[in-house]
């Protein structure tokens, strides 16, 4: 079974490393997120990122002084079909801590996961091996679909 099919009809959270790896041509990781990228743009499953997102994806363009990185990053986040930029409320913030007090996930963490479960989402596509399965949220590793 490939990606697509484990994360089903969505919505879908979308860990920040996927952006990344479709930004930057990562060539083992590509060829699996590229069809959920292409999903979105058809209007067929909708990803949700938190705006930690845009904060992670733009501090090395920032550090290389690469504004055309930065603008690829952040027109991918802000304008992409089927892509939802979800900025951090006061809510989130009190979700996140919940995680963090429940499960002992990260800060960055438990903003992304609050993000994509206050949307929604059942199921969170990342590469960060620390992220446990919740009983609310299936944690799906790119790492186990090719790479």
Not at 49 to 63: D, F, G, I, N, Q
Not at 122 to 147: C, E, H, I, K, W
């Amino acid at each position: 079974m490939g990606l697509m099919d484990d994360v089903g009809r969505g919505p879908v959270g979308v860990d920040t490393a996927a952006f990344i790896y479709l930004i930057e041509e990562s060539p083992i990781f590509l060829p699996v997120i590229v069809p959920l990228f292409l999903a979105a743009d058809r209007g067929e499953i909708a990803l949700v990122t938190s705006a930690v997102t845009l904060l992670e994806v733009l501090v090395v363009p920032y550090r290389a002084n690469d504004t055309v990185l930065a603008d690829r990053y952040e027109t991918l986040l802000t304008r992409s079909r089927g892509v939802a930029l979800v900025d951090i409320s006061r809510q989130h913030l009190r979700h996140a801590a919940e995680l963090r007090a429940r499960f002992g996930i990260r800060t960055p963490d438990a903003l992304q996961l609050a993000a994509a479960l206050d949307a929604g989402c059942s199921v969170f596509v990342t590469n960060d091996r620390r992220l446990p399965d919740l009983p609310m949220m299936r944690v799906l590793q790119l790492a186990s679909y090719g790479g």
